[in-house]
């Protein structure tokens, strides 16, 4: 395949099932860039999570690296699996085991579902986030007003100990255009272009657009601990937070 030509669509198996930790998959090309498979578990990067990472398995036994996972083609529907150097030579049609690195993307899926619920307790556009391993931060303009970390981190965890569920269902685009505030963020909109949009809801407490993956209830977060909160310029007041195991 040249540089030229578009990639083949990848069917991304976590946005329906999360705790998929792997599956069968068939190389469907090769670029510069990575590989793409025609299915994948693999979290592609987006919405401030990262791409996942963890391994493809051939069918004699050779295992490859994946470093990182990103979209590729012209409407982000490709899915690049971005490979360790490697002297193994690789075809379209061969068929892999994609596995990713499971405890590192839960700790993600943890953060991510924790950083919705800060979005829920606190005012205001979201103007930033990142998903990091076991902590992320989300920035919001607040127009001036003060947080109480202490109070914010009661609170938060407060909503983890309730064990809400979480779940995902979907929507046209055009129900998105005519909900607008079912997107928070400022910076960042959920994937889009196949004619669907997820939203991802926290029982009672929080509904939004987003693709990345989130857990099953908020008890499976676990204690969270507001790390700091900081002012970035005069309207954005940027909250930290970790996992406490």
């Known amino acids: 395949m040249s540089e030229a030509e578009p990639l083949p669509p990848t069917q991304a198996l976590y946005r329906d099932n999360p705790y998929l930790k792997a599956c069968a998959a068939r190389i469907t090309a090769l670029s510069p860039e990575g590989v793409s498979l025609d299915r994948t578990v693999f979290y592609a990067q987006g919405g401030g999570q990262p791409g996942d990472q963890g391994v493809l398995r ?130 960042v909109q959920p994937p889009r272009g196949q004619g669907r949009v997820r939203l991802i809801a926290i029982d009672g407490t929080d509904l939004q657009a987003c693709g990345g993956t989130h857990v099953a209830g908020t008890g499976e977060i676990g204690a969270v601990r507001v790390s700091k909160i900081e002012s970035k310029g005069k309207q954005n007041r940027r909250v930290s937070i970790e996992l406490m195991d």
């Open 58 to 187: 051939l069918e004699d036994g050779t295992v490859l690296n994946v470093l990182d996972t990103k979209r590729g083609g012209p409407a982000d529907d490709a899915i690049l699996h971005v490979l360790a150097p490697s002297e193994t030579a690789l075809r379209p049609g061969l068929m892999v085991d994609a596995a990713i690195d499971w405890p590192l993307r839960h700790r993600r899926m943890r953060i991510h579902t924790a950083l919705h619920l800060i979005s829920a307790l606190v005012p205001g556009k979201i103007t930033g986030a990142q998903v990091g391993d076991g902590k992320g931060r989300v920035d919001f303009d607040l127009q001036g007003q003060a947080l109480d970390k202490a109070d914010l981190e009661a609170r938060l965890n407060a909503l983890v100990a309730e064990d809400r569920p979480v779940t995902a269902r979907w929507i046209d685009e055009a129900e998105l255009d005519a909900n607008p505030d079912l997107c928070r963020s400022l910076s």
